[in-house]
């Protein structure tokens, strides 16, 4: 924790550098903020240096849990003490929104902030995209940590492949895949006449799944071109990485072949091309205007990034119902975006439809496949429980929210796009509107349902089970 803490002090003196070359007058909160977290981190670094031990799979779960809230603490600081975030609560959601790439912001005025704070949004986004604690496995071997037990907390669930025996190798190709893209995306932008600073940090919300913009309006301001370039890697962003591994290496035939990116993009173009159709024909608006609308908001959602180029609540309300249900979809485990993602969705539609056969051979074994290997019935149990607590969590978290005080439309909005990590929601939180007029209560109950959604409900819950704290 307190190497993380220097790590991300690092970056705040980033921004105050940011700061320093726009003459602008963040550079005071980005110093002061990066003072006080290196004394944290220095303190406990300090206290900690000589008690190496191997971080075992509890030890895992609550430092992965931690390093979440532990960033956004100190993260919040340069919007508290830059006064650009008043209240240290709506620092905070702005904080673990952006790490948690959920987008979600209580911050009505964004053009009118300098160059430094809206650069420290999109890296909350670049840090929180791939996960911390992947970019961590790399680096805290040289402190004397392994990093083995905290990558699998950190994707705890449905896990994606190893690229490599060693998992800091395999950190580190992630994050190199990571970068290329964000690399590429920057040139297509600047292509399109975008800024290299607006550029960079629509890259980073971009890739992380994020969608933290340095416009008001989100995408709607910008060109076809531009439009067109986000779909596409918001599109790559929710391919499972080491899908893109396999491609870079040549391997396109076992990308083609994966079930579960089948279905991420069948599923792309039947919802798009339902919403384009009821546009042109109910709408009248021209064929790829519609198109392009459709495209973008349904990749958008299914993504997690929650960019938005059209107020989708306007359409007719069967439409922005589908992009609701959109919101607990998710795309390909193993990518940078939130929700349930499809490989769930996916074992569980194959092991209900089995389930017929099982009653018609009840003395039959019939396992589940997926890209042609038998799944264990441990993980199919483990992906029911997911779901079915995912869900119980949602229609709780609702009720909590309407006795706050937000209406039913509103409250479902935020929270399914909270835990889906997406950022605009339904009603009072749409993708016109933002967080800052839900109560302080409220915004603590979504800032723990993002994390929540991040770390996909088990990592995070599982600390608060009493057995969790017994002697082995």
């Known amino acids: 924790m307190s190497v993380l803490a220097l790590i991300e002090s690092v970056f705040m003196i980033l921004c105050a550098l940011m700061a320093f070359f726009y003459c602008e007058g963040d550079l005071g909160c980005f110093l002061k903020s990066a003072i006080i977290t290196i004394a944290v981190g220095g303190i406990l670094f300090l206290i900690t240096k000589n008690h190496k031990t191997e971080i075992h799979k509890r030890e895992a779960f609550l430092v992965v849990s931690l390093v979440w809230v532990f960033f956004s603490i100190f993260g919040a600081l340069p919007y508290w003490i830059g006064s650009y975030v ?9 904080t673990i929104s952006g790490f948690t790439t959920t987008g979600a912001s209580v911050i009505s005025d964004i053009e009118s902030l300098p160059h430094g704070i809206l650069f420290w949004r999109s890296l909350t986004h670049l840090l929180g995209g791939m996960g911390i604690l992947v970019l961590t496995v790399a680096i805290l071997p040289i402190f004397g940590f392994g990093g083995m037990a905290m990558f699998n907390a950190e994707a705890a669930g449905v896990t994606v492949d190893k690229l490599h025996p060693r998992i800091k190798e395999t950190a580190k190709r992630l994050w190199g895949i990571y970068m290329l893209l964000i690399a590429l995306e920057i040139i297509f932008l600047m292509l399109g006449d975008m800024g290299l600073f607006d550029a960079v940090c629509h890259s980073f919300g971009t890739l992380a799944s994020g969608g933290f913009s340095t416009k008001n309006d989100s995408i709607m301001g910008y060109s076809t071109y531009i439009q067109y370039v986000i779909i596409f890697f918001m ?6 990485f080491t899908l893109h591994y396999f491609a870079i290496k040549g391997n396109l035939k076992k990308v083609i072949q994966n079930q579960e990116f089948k279905v991420y993009f069948g599923l792309i173009l039947l919802i798009t091309a339902i919403i384009t159709l009821t546009l042109t024909l109910k709408n009248h608006l021209p064929l790829e205007h519609s198109f392009r ?5 349904v990749v958008s959602v299914i993504t997690s990034t929650g960019f938005v180029s059209a107020d989708y609540t306007a359409w007719p309300s069967y439409l922005w119902m589908l992009i609701f249900g959109l919101m607990f979809t998710g795309a390909c485990v193993g990518s940078t975006s939130g929700g349930v993602k499809i490989l769930r969705h996916l074992l569980l539609f194959k092991n209900s439809f089995l389930e017929f056969k099982r009653m018609i051979h ?5 396992p589940v496949r997926y890209n042609n290997e038998a799944i264990g019935k441990d993980v199919i149990f483990k992906i029911q429980a997911f779901v079915v607590l995912y869900f119980i969590i949602f229609f709780a978290s609702t009720i909590v929210l309407a006795f706050l005080g937000l209406d039913f439309i509103s409250a479902m ?3 399914a796009t909270t835990m889906g990590g997406i950022g605009p929601g ?11 007029m839900l109560p302080n209560a409220a915004k603590w109950v979504l800032s723990f349902l993002m994390l929540l959604g991040r770390l996909e409900l088990f990592t995070l819950l599982i600390i608060f089970v009493p057995a969790f704290w017994k002697n082995r």
């Open 413 to 415: 909005g935020a929270v």
């Open 235 to 240: 599109f790559l962003a929710g391919v499972n």
């Open 362 to 366: 009840p003395s039959a074994v019939i």
């Open 86 to 94: 008043p209240s240290y609560t709506n620092a905070f959601f702005e």
């Open 426 to 436: 339904l009603g009072k939180v749409g993708p016109v509107d933002n967080f800052a």
């Open 293 to 297: 609308d459709a495209l973008f908001q």
